[in-house]
């Protein structure tokens, strides 16, 4: 019998077969709701971290949807509230996971120039860039499962990205690539960064979401 981290990379690969940067970067935008919201998300954005924080539950609320196969993925922001809730519980993760490579750099900056602020720089990159590459897993999986193990567990979020393999990589390459692309929209007088910001992020999540074979509903897995 196969244990369920082998069913997971397995249905991942099956499943990121099909990761496309056009169906990735179209997603956003195919339909009038998902469209909607990047503009009320984007509206939300000028109130600075409590709109990005909202954007974020919003995320996690749609790939979801995803995960269960419930559309229409795109619903607006409500409940508010609950939609706030979501986002906030995945921001303090993001911060309690860069907190030891923001501790470390600081530490650095405090000693340097000298050996040890040498050895601190190495290991606040090395444990920012852990952090970067395991937050994805942990958070598609709990916007999936609405668990929050996957996000203040940090040896379950790694297991999840590690699992993504070669599909999970690509999905960081057309996540990247749409971030990137988001600053053009500082052309359109800086606002219009607003929009193609919540565009970008969007795009990220379904690429995980794909590359994690969220959508073949693969892994009930809730006893890590």
């Not at 800086?190 to 992020?201: D, N, P, Q, R, Y």
Request: charged letters at 15%; hydrophobic letters at 50%.
């Amino acid at each position: 019998m196969k244990n369920r981290g082998g069913e997971v990379g397995e249905a991942s690969q099956e499943q990121g077969a099909g990761l496309r940067f056009g169906d990735c970067f179209g997603f956003p935008l195919r339909t009038p709701e998902a469209r909607r919201d990047v503009l009320v998300g984007a509206l939300f954005l000028l109130t600075t971290l409590p709109g990005w924080i909202l954007n974020l539950g919003h995320r996690l609320e749609v790939v979801y949807r995803i995960f269960h196969d419930e559309p229409p993925y795109f619903r607006g922001f409500r409940p508010i509230l609950f939609v706030f809730k979501r986002g906030l519980t995945a921001w303090l993760a993001i911060a309690i996971y860069l907190a030891p490579s923001a501790t470390c750099a600081f530490a650095a900056w405090l000693l340097w120039p000298g050996p040890w602020a040498t050895t601190l720089v190495v290991v606040a990159v090395a444990a920012f860039a852990l952090a970067v590459f395991s937050l994805p897993g942990g958070m598609t999986f709990n916007a999936a499962f609405r668990d929050v193990s996957y996000l203040y567990r940090p040896d379950k979020a790694f297991r999840r990205a590690l699992e993504g393999g070669r599909v999970y990589l690509k999905a960081w390459v057309i996540g990247g690539t749409a971030v990137l692309l988001s600053f053009l929209g500082l052309a359109v007088m800086g606002i219009g960064f607003l929009a193609t910001s919540v565009w970008a992020w969007t795009v990220v999540g379904y690429a995980f979401s794909r590359a994690l074979a969220l959508s073949t509903r693969a892994s009930t897995d809730s006893a890590d």
